[in-house]
């Protein structure tokens, strides 16, 4: 399925542009090839008193659902520098010390295109203040502390955040 609905080659105008192999567009009459690759995202887990902290999204895609602190990763970044910086954006908190928990797949549809995306997703080792908590008003309008009982029903906006607390929340029970 294309990502979004292209008629023309950008560069010679041609008509006849393809989307392939469910990853570039290519144009047969100048060959001009564009990978519309996976993008990277990076969230942070934050616990506070056992429950995790969600961000009910202001913007869509997902609009008044919950999901976790995160963002793309800038190019020249790293996904941990990515998802603290988002996380400080976002919420005005800013862990030090953060693990990785593990990626899954997503897709992300924005001004109509679908990105596919694999989303990164770290947890916070420090211990988290919300007295700090600052949120970015502009894509941030509550929070929610979700706990694990409350996960398989909370309003999600994306099924890989929801993927990553089940295997947080699962890591967390077998440490304990
Ligand atoms: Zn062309």
């Not at 990515?82 to 908190?93: H, V, W, Y």
């Not at 509550?142 to 990553?164: D, G, K």
Request: aromatic share 12%.
């Amino acid at each position: 399925m294309k990502p979004v609905n292209l008629k023309f080659c950008p560069r010679c105008g041609s008509i006849g542009y393809q989307y392939r192999s469910n990853a570039y567009w290519y144009c047969p009459v100048c060959l001009f090839t564009y990978y519309h690759n996976v993008a990277t995202s990076a969230s942070i887990i934050l616990e506070i008193d056992g429950s995790v902290l969600m961000l009910v999204r202001k913007r869509d895609p997902g609009a008044g659902l919950l999901c976790l602190p995160g963002g793309f990763v800038d190019s020249g970044e790293s996904a941990e520098q990515a998802a603290i910086r988002e996380c400080r954006e976002e919420t005005g908190l800013e862990p030090k010390v953060i693990r990785f928990v593990g990626s899954w797949p997503n897709e992300y549809a924005w001004r109509g295109v679908r990105y596919h995306t694999c989303d990164l997703y770290f947890a916070a080792e420090d211990i988290i203040s919300l007295d700090l908590f600052k949120p970015d008003l502009e894509e941030v309008s509550a929070f929610q502390l979700v706990t694990a009982e409350e996960l398989e029903n909370a309003p999600i906006a994306f099924e890989s955040h929801r993927n990553a607390l089940r295997s947080w929340f699962s890591q967390k029970k077998a440490r304990t």
